[in-house]
């Protein structure tokens, strides 16, 4: 039984569709990347997966049940998402805005004991964000922010983690850094990881599995040397590309070729 | 903050029309607590008939102004909302004209109890003009719809203003402002619940509130059923606000200034914030009583007009710094 189970979902806000019978599956301790242009529906995958929208048509599994029948804070315990932008308006300490990714484990009315401040203290540690846990998350910088996200994330002890293009802002070192401990949690921890991104080398070398989105619909969908051609960069993204292997460990690497 | 709540209370005992020493206050509390209590002189008929009954009620209702814009920020995500600014206040007051005019102030309760139904026909109201259920509860809508309602209703309350009579017309004035003079038993014991229902509830949200601020979206990612925990505050607050308005009127920019500066002192976490507002609300609420009793001695102010002259420059200062 596969964690996560897609089939036919059909998806629109208002009256633009932006999902059609999209089936897919995930096994435990996948790592898939989606990729897509603009507006292909990556992010809305997401949510549907999290449960913070449900199809309006066809069914989505996580975990054998489907994501309408589970209560928000089951799926908060299973699913985390390190979302694209943060804003807060309320000054906020970083350690606190970590702790909160306890809240789905905590009971009615119970607060934070000294067994969540370990799991806190440690996704802290992994994220490489204690040096400023007493720091106001507003007056940090956007790296900052967004690994302060991650550690929240962590700190959910999620099954499946899912990442909304959580790279971005993160300085080489940091990314190399979280992109360790995604494979480490990976192997160690079976954690099955989702993410969503634009840069398709990143997809290649990261992800045993890779979803192609276009215009709401799966393209194609398999390993990366199967998703990753010329054809199909050419058809989705308009773009001429020359696709070869990566010297380092094989996986598909992708040129743009501008002219 | 117990302590300066405490040594406002000895103050404001000692200060008014009639001033008393702080040395026999003192000497008179003591008395009351180790149990020899009879009222042996006018001093002590003053302090405990009436200034301590007024200073304990000015207290509940300062903490529940307090903490109900604790909550419609944190709901809200926005610093400068409070209950007022939904359009609780206004239609609280039309409630409670609408009771003045056609006489159920010989009723016992009878005009609280009017303007707290019109407290909660608001709230009502506010979602029905916000939109459907669904997209009610969306920032902007409330907001938004809040303003407009509230207008409607500052309309509804002059025209009352411009039919009723003189005597009418200075009870009205008087409570629209905020008074907190016809303070007894039977408010203390209606508000005081009120207020420790309110509290009990909304701290057992703490969590979920400081949840909330990080957004709708965030909060539901981190397993809150955002639309039902909003509701639920929704109403409890209401309650807690309305009956409190309902006692001692229109008292604006507590639940503005109080969690903002609390804010700004002990952080944004719920489980200290609502507390420390709490507290600073009362004692906020104290003080200004006892200025607006004191300043035109044996004369009153309404003590809404004191926190207003606090407030709205506090309030302007914010809109310009931006820093809230």
Same mark, same amino acid.
């Given at each position: 039984?596969?964690?996560?189970?897609?089939?036919?979902?059909?998806?629109?806000?208002?009256?633009?569709?932006?999902?059609?019978?999209?089936?897919?599956?995930?096994?435990?301790?996948?790592?898939?990347?989606?990729?897509?242009?603009?507006?292909?529906?990556?992010?809305?995958?997401?949510?549907?997966?999290?449960?913070?929208?449900?199809?309006?048509?066809?069914?989505?599994?996580?975990?054998?049940?489907?994501?309408?029948?589970?209560?928000?804070?089951?799926?908060?315990?299973?699913?985390?998402?390190?979302?694209?932008?943060?804003?807060?308006?309320?000054?906020?300490?970083?350690?606190?805005?970590?702790?909160?990714?306890?809240?789905?484990?905590?009971?009615?009315?119970?607060?934070?004991?000294?067994?969540?401040?370990?799991?806190?203290?440690?996704?802290?540690?992994?994220?490489?964000?204690?040096?400023?846990?007493?720091?106001?998350?507003?007056?940090?910088?956007?790296?900052?922010?967004?690994?302060?996200?991650?550690?929240?994330?962590?700190?959910?002890?999620?099954?499946?983690?899912?990442?909304?293009?959580?790279?971005?802002?993160?300085?080489?070192?940091?990314?190399?850094?979280?992109?360790?401990?995604?494979?480490?949690?990976?192997?160690?921890?079976?954690?099955?990881?989702?993410?969503?991104?634009?840069?398709?080398?990143?997809?290649?070398?990261?992800?045993?599995?890779?979803?192609?989105?276009?215009?709401?619909?799966?393209?194609?969908?398999?390993?990366?040397?199967?998703?990753?051609?010329?054809?199909?960069?050419?058809?989705?993204?308009?773009?001429?590309?020359?696709?070869?292997?990566?010297?380092?460990?094989?996986?598909?690497?992708?040129?743009?070729?501008?002219? | 903050?117990?302590?300066?709540?405490?040594?406002?209370?000895?103050?404001?005992?000692?200060?008014?029309?009639?001033?008393?020493?702080?040395?026999?206050?003192?000497?008179?509390?003591?008395?009351?607590?180790?149990?020899?209590?009879?009222?042996?002189?006018?001093?002590?008929?003053?302090?405990?008939?009436?200034?301590?009954?007024?200073?304990?009620?000015?207290?509940?209702?300062?903490?529940?102004?307090?903490?109900?814009?604790?909550?419609?920020?944190?709901?809200?995500?926005?610093?400068?909302?409070?209950?007022?600014?939904? *359009?609780?206040?206004?239609?609280?007051?039309?409630?409670?004209?609408?009771?003045?005019?056609?006489?159920?102030?010989?009723?016992?309760?009878?005009?609280?109890?009017?303007?707290?139904?019109?407290?909660?026909?608001?709230?009502?109201?506010?979602?029905?003009?916000?939109?459907?259920?669904?997209?009610?509860?969306?920032?902007?809508?409330?907001?938004?719809?809040?303003?407009?309602?509230?207008?409607?209703?500052?309309?509804?309350?002059?025209?009352?203003?411009?039919?009723?009579?003189?005597?009418?017309?200075?009870?009205?004035?008087?409570?629209?402002?905020?008074?907190?003079?016809?303070?007894?038993?039977?408010?203390?014991?209606?508000?005081?619940?009120?207020?420790?229902?309110?509290?009990?509830?909304?701290?057992?949200?703490?969590?979920?509130?400081?949840?909330?601020?990080? *957004?709708?979206?965030?909060?539901?990612?981190?397993?809150?059923?955002?639309?039902?925990?909003?509701? *639920?505050?929704?109403?409890?607050?209401?309650?807690?606000?309305?009956?409190?308005?309902?006692?001692?009127?229109?008292?604006?920019?507590?639940?503005?200034?109080?969690?903002?500066?609390?804010?700004?002192?002990?952080?944004?976490?719920?489980?200290?914030?609502?507390?420390?507002?709490?507290?600073?609300?009362?004692?906020?609420?104290?003080?200004?009583?006892?200025?607006?009793?004191?300043?035109?001695?044996?004369?009153?102010?309404?003590?809404?007009?004191?926190?207003?002259?606090?407030?709205?420059?506090?309030?302007?200062?914010?809109?310009?710094?931006?820093?809230?």
């Amino acid at each position: 039984m596969s964690l996560i189970n897609a089939a036919n979902i059909k998806f629109s806000y208002d009256t633009t569709s932006v999902m059609e019978n999209v089936s897919f599956t995930v096994d435990e301790s996948q790592i898939v990347a989606v990729i897509g242009p603009n507006g292909s529906g990556k992010t809305t995958l997401l949510k549907l997966i999290n449960g913070t929208l449900f199809p309006h048509a066809g069914h989505i599994l996580v975990d054998g049940k489907e994501t309408t029948k589970w209560s928000r804070k089951e799926i908060a315990q299973k699913v985390a998402i390190v979302p694209q932008d943060t804003s807060v308006i309320f000054p906020y300490y970083a350690e606190e805005i970590v702790l909160m990714g306890r809240f789905p484990h905590l009971g009615r009315y119970r607060f934070e004991d000294k067994k969540d401040y370990r799991i806190v203290h440690e996704a802290m540690e992994k994220t490489d964000t204690l040096a400023f846990a007493a720091r106001r998350f507003d007056e940090l910088s956007a790296g900052e922010r967004q690994r302060i996200m991650i550690a929240r994330a962590l700190a959910q002890e999620p099954k499946i983690l899912l990442l909304d293009e959580s790279t971005v802002f993160l300085d080489l070192k940091h990314q190399v850094q979280f992109l360790s401990l995604i494979h480490q949690l990976n192997k160690a921890q079976k954690l099955t990881v989702i993410f969503v991104t634009h840069d398709i080398n990143l997809a290649a070398q990261n992800a045993n599995g890779i979803i192609l989105l276009d215009s709401g619909k799966i393209y194609a969908i398999g390993t990366p040397a199967e998703v990753i051609t010329a054809a199909n960069i050419k058809e989705v993204y308009d773009v001429n590309a020359l696709v070869d292997r990566h010297p380092g460990d094989g996986s598909p690497r992708v040129s743009l070729l501008t002219t | 903050m117990i302590l300066i709540l405490l040594a406002l209370c000895v103050v404001s005992l000692s200060v008014g029309s009639v001033h008393i020493e702080l040395r026999s206050v003192f000497h008179a509390l003591v008395n009351a607590f180790t149990g020899n209590f009879f009222v042996s002189s006018e001093e002590e008929l003053i302090l405990f008939s009436v200034r301590l009954p007024r200073i304990i009620f000015a207290g509940i209702v300062g903490a529940s102004l307090a903490l109900g814009g604790v909550v419609f920020q944190a709901m809200l995500r926005n610093p400068l909302a409070d209950p007022y600014i939904l *359009g609780i206040s206004g239609g609280s007051a039309l409630g409670a004209i609408i009771g003045i005019v056609i006489g159920a102030s010989s009723f016992y309760l009878g005009v609280p109890l009017l303007a707290f139904v019109g407290a909660l026909a608001t709230v009502f109201l506010v979602f029905i003009v916000a939109g459907s259920a669904r997209e009610a509860l969306q920032d902007n809508s409330l907001l938004l719809s809040g303003v407009v309602v509230n207008a409607f209703f500052s309309a509804a309350i002059l025209f009352f203003l411009s039919v009723v009579n003189s005597m009418e017309l200075h009870s009205i004035t008087f409570w629209l402002m905020g008074d907190l003079s016809r303070a007894s038993a039977r408010e203390i014991y209606v508000a005081g619940i009120c207020l420790i229902i309110g509290f009990v509830v909304l701290y057992a949200q703490s969590l979920k509130l400081n949840l909330l601020v990080q *957004g709708e979206e965030t909060a539901t990612h981190l397993g809150v059923h955002v639309e039902r925990t909003k509701q *639920g505050l929704l109403i409890i607050t209401s309650l807690m606000i309305s009956v409190a308005v309902s006692l001692a009127g229109i008292i604006g920019f507590v639940g503005i200034m109080v969690p903002h500066a609390m804010r700004l002192v002990f952080g944004s976490d719920h489980r200290l914030l609502l507390p420390v507002s709490a507290l600073f609300g009362a004692s906020f609420l104290i003080l200004a009583d006892t200025i607006a009793r004191v300043v035109l001695a044996p004369a009153e102010l309404p003590v809404g007009v004191i926190t207003a002259l606090c407030g709205a420059p506090y309030f302007i200062f914010l809109l310009k710094r931006k820093a809230y």
